[in-house]
């Protein structure tokens, strides 16, 4: 399993929609619903409830997202902060200078 399943978990998660999240992740709708299918397969449990209004979750995918999302949240925020150092947006500059000059 890779991380693009729970990644796609987060967002249909978030939205309350396989169309927002779809929208939000630049894919297509069928690509989310084969993540979301596949997660659930490997996971042995429905994890969302579908409905023409969205979806909702199943007991279990309550439990499982308050985890998924802390942690896509963290993953999110280190790359969002590498990516800053790399773009010399933050982070620290040392200066080193001798007496004579």
């Given at each position: 399993?890779?991380f693009?399943f729970?990644?796609t978990?987060y967002?249909?998660?978030k939205y309350?929609?396989i169309?927002?999240?779809?929208?939000?992740?630049?894919v297509t709708?069928?690509?989310?619903?084969?993540?979301?299918?596949?997660?659930?397969?490997?996971?042995?449990?429905p994890l969302?409830?579908?409905?023409?209004k969205?979806?909702?979750?199943t007991?279990?995918?309550?439990?499982?997202?308050?985890?998924?999302a802390a942690?896509?949240?963290t993953?999110?925020?280190?790359?969002?902060s590498?990516?800053?150092?790399?773009?010399?947006?933050?982070?620290?500059?040392a200066?080193?200078a001798?007496?004579?000059t």
């Amino acid at each position: 399993m890779n991380f693009d399943f729970y990644r796609t978990f987060y967002y249909v998660g978030k939205y309350r929609s396989i169309t927002a999240a779809a929208r939000a992740l630049y894919v297509t709708q069928p690509s989310v619903t084969h993540a979301i299918q596949s997660l659930e397969r490997e996971l042995g449990c429905p994890l969302f409830i579908r409905s023409q209004k969205g979806v909702r979750f199943t007991p279990e995918g309550e439990k499982f997202y308050a985890s998924v999302a802390a942690a896509c949240e963290t993953i999110f925020q280190a790359e969002a902060s590498l990516e800053a150092a790399k773009n010399l947006s933050e982070g620290l500059v040392a200066i080193g200078a001798s007496e004579t000059t």
